[in-house]
């Protein structure tokens, strides 16, 4: 069923919530088997088990607009090679078809939709893949006949190893002269054998640890460990953010802005926040959420320690640290 967020998306912080496999358990009593209260959920269920209240099946139309359209996401499919350029080696290209429908008697201008897809037990985002068939701009309205439907070609690069493994899409349908979207959530697999099993989250941080080491869980967010690249006086460096939604409710967003400080007198090398610096798409029921984030720093910062606080909107402060 789709569901109309409720809050507009903060411009500069956005709600705590990000990406890994979905876990409905809550945190609020000691686990029987003594792990940390605040560990991170285990690996999302296969897509053979039943999914939760708000996640479909691919193939399964969700209405918009009080049933006045209705939205149809097909699961994703293999493209041949060749088909989208610039593919890294050892990943691949997929596509899959959203389709807006108009259920009333008179012509329409379709909603706009926005796609995220994101793979594994960390819900890594996948990247977005273009080339010359792709459809007209997402951006320009359609008119839509009675009756009739619009589709959009979505296309993706996912690693190899991704197969086998559900993805979750996120569908966020906006109606003309409306701010704020509907969301919408489909789970399947993506097709091919399973390489390895899906990736495990890792512990939370000790109780009462007040820095956790890059590349852990802390509650619900983790940091992950810094790579760099470049040369020169600046380089870039990446990490990965994740979020997890442990509620029945879908998630704005991300919502963490991270400040990047480096070396032992902290100096604040970036600020790299939701929308701005990255995709902050809203997080299906009980799924995770792991986004890729990149930054520039001085090259003479590089080998030493690094600071990153993890802030959601509400001000809280969550410190991992690590080396460069």
């Known amino acids: 069923m789709s569901v109309r967020l409720r809050h507009a998306l903060p411009t500069v912080l956005l709600a705590s919530a990000v990406l890994v496999s979905g876990c409905a358990g809550s945190d609020s009593e000691p686990k029987a088997n003594g792990e940390p209260m605040n560990s991170a959920p285990s690996a999302r269920p296969s897509p053979s088990t039943e999914l939760p209240d708000g996640i479909v099946k691919p193939g399964t139309a969700l209405p918009v607009g009080h049933g006045a359209w209705t939205v149809t996401l097909q699961g994703f499919e293999p493209l041949p090679a ?15 078809r959203v389709t807006v429908a108009n259920q009333r008697a008179q012509v329409a201008t379709a909603p706009r939709t926005a796609v995220t897809a994101r793979y594994g037990g960390l819900g890594r ?7 010359s068939s792709t459809t007209p701009a997402k951006d320009e309205p359609q008119q839509v006949r009675p009756n009739g439907s619009v589709d959009r070609d979505v296309k993706v690069v996912l690693p190899d190893q991704a197969q086998g493994q559900p993805v979750t899409v996120t569908v966020e349908a906006t109606e003309k002269g409306l701010a704020e979207p509907e969301l919408l959530f489909f789970e399947g697999a993506l097709p091919g054998a ?32 810094v790579t760099m690249s470049g040369e020169g006086a600046s380089r870039t460096g990446s990490l990965e953010l994740g979020v997890v939604n442990r509620s029945g409710d879908p998630m704005p967003g991300l919502g963490t802005t991270l400040r990047i400080l480096t070396g032992q007198d902290l100096h604040l090398a970036a600020t790299v926040r939701p929308v701005y610096g990255y995709r902050d798409a809203a997080i299906a029921p009980y799924r995770t959420a ?8 001085a090259e003479a910062a590089v080998g030493g320690p690094v600071t990153v606080e993890a802030v959601d909107a509400g001000g809280s402060r969550i410190t991992f640290e690590g080396d460069l």
């Open 82 to 96: 060749g088909t989208v350029p610039n593919v890294p080696a050892g990943s691949s290209a997929y596509t899959a």
């Open 125 to 131: 985002t996948a990247a977005e893949a273009t080339d």
């Open 290 to 297: 792991t986004q890729t984030v990149s930054f520039r720093v």
């Open 194 to 225: 399973a390489a390895s099993p899906d990736t495990q989250a890792p512990q939370g941080a000790p109780a009462g640890q007040s820095v956790t080491p890059l590349g852990q869980w802390n509650e619900n967010v983790r940091v992950g460990k």
